[in-house]
């Protein structure tokens, strides 16, 4: 398990004017991603698949904020496997929110409360 953060999310309820205040403020760049209702986020340097082509930073996403979901950014963590982790999670107190999803051909996503109410990201890249 890297345990590394490797992506982060931002809600938004206007998502023209949330893309135009990032873009503006920070020079940040987007890519739609319709199939998933969600817009790409690159905070620098990007590869032709939308992935940060440098290390020392990561890229993000926006989508649409719903009631269920978190109120505030979301910060994604690397683990190897989202099932082994949830578990984990659970023992220590903290509970699953939703369930894991397929992203693609790229891997699987999943999001949990951890013991101070915060909503965080796991993110396990797909294997073969």
């Known amino acids: 398990m890297s345990g590394r953060v490797v992506h982060f999310e931002v809600p938004f309820s206007d998502g023209d004017r949330a893309r135009e205040f990032y873009k503006q403020a920070f020079g940040w ?4 991603m319709p ?7 690159s ?9 940060p082509a440098e290390p020392g930073y990561i890229g993000g996403g926006m989508f649409e904020r719903e009631p269920s979901f978190p ?3 979301v910060i994604t963590i690397d683990v190897e496997s989202i099932d082994d982790t949830l578990a984990a999670i659970t023992t220590l107190g903290g509970e699953p929110v939703g369930e894991k999803t397929a992203v693609g051909d790229m891997g699987y996503a999943a999001y949990f409360k951890d013991t101070e109410g915060n909503v965080m990201g796991l ?5 073969s």
């Not at 760049?29 to 739609?32: F, G, P, S």
């Not at 905070?43 to 992935?51: H, V």
């Not at 993110?123 to 294997?127: D, F, G, L, P």
């Open 71 to 73: 109120r505030g950014p």
């Open 29 to 32: 760049d987007y890519h739609e």
């Open 123 to 127: 993110w396990e890249t797909k294997t």
């Open 43 to 51: 905070t620098g340097p990007a590869a032709e698949n939308g992935m």
């Open 35 to 41: 199939e998933f209702n969600y817009t790409g986020v």
